[in-house]
């Protein structure tokens, strides 16, 4: 799936992928793959600003973890803001995606033959 | 590669040091668990597909320009708002303290003091209402995926209440200043402490809220030169 097309809705794809539980960054990537067959095309690292907003507008929240192998990582949490703001937007999504369903397949048949 | 990759990202973010050290430390981890992923022995070659799919440092640069400038705009807002209530605070003290001390003020200067207060007051409530009004308009929207035009339009909105609430604010102090200046004169002595204290913590706090919009206001400048669209 294209980028452009993506980014309009990339912040519920965010909030979509951490509703099943605190992650960082990469592992938000790796979830997103994983739930969506690998269709979305976009830059990985596009998806930090996408975090940061999120966390701006309270809906996400953050905490550095260090691992035992050192490494630092910034591990993000939905917060309940986010997770009303998730099932908002799902919603909305759906009444939106059978609308266009609906539209869709009645062109299709409503073609003469 | 993932250095240089790094460096670029982190020079295109100059403008938001705070927010370019956590991007970078993130997007190590990010560039280093992807390059892994690829389990090839070229290392070099992993790093450069890495940071391909990672994206364009300057493209990623832009977005979190708004971001910045956003929480910037907030954190304008609430040192405002901090100073209004620490000026308002230090005004109360210096009232309860000449009450406790009986320092009253001399016959010949209770007139001009009058008029002091009036505008002293009238400056105070002025920065009140510009306080909260910059508040409400920084909160009212989040922040864009992009800086545009638009967007600048609303930060400008937000640095000229900023500025109308620091200026009112700014005029309080001075009347402050010259009451307290008419009340000690050079009456320095113990009691004189609290005053000029008080005084002193208000003239901070004008400087700090100052700075804080000049700063504000040049990073934002900095930041839509470099990613407005």
Known sequence: MEGEMLKGHLDMIVLA??????????????????????AFDLPEGTIY??????????????????????????????????TRALADRRAVWRQFSDAIHALLDGERSGKPA | MTAAYLKELADALAFDPALASRVVTEAREHLADAAAEYGIEDREEAERRAAARFGDPRELAAQFAAISLASQARRVGFGIAF??????????????????????????????AGIVLTVNRYAFWIAVVLGIGALLHVGRRSAPARIHAEYRTHLRRAALLFSGATTALAVSVTGDLILTTLRVGMDISRDSVIPIASLSIEIGCIAIAIFMIASASHRTAQAARSFEV
């Open chain 1, 17 to 38: 992928a951490l509703s099943s539980g605190p992650a960082h960054g990469y592992a938000v990537i790796e979830e997103i793959r994983r739930r969506t067959g690998k």
């Open chain 1, 49 to 82: 600003p996408a975090l940061h907003r999120l966390q701006q507008a309270g809906l996400l929240s953050s905490r550095w973890v260090t691992s035992e192998s050192g490494r630092r990582r910034r591990v993000y949490t939905l917060t309940r803001s986010g």
């Open chain 2, 83 to 112: 100073a209004i209530v620490v000026v308002m605070a230090m005004m109360k003290a210096r009232v309860a303290w000449y009450t406790l001390v009986q320092w009253t003020m001399a016959k010949d200067t209770q007139v001009a």
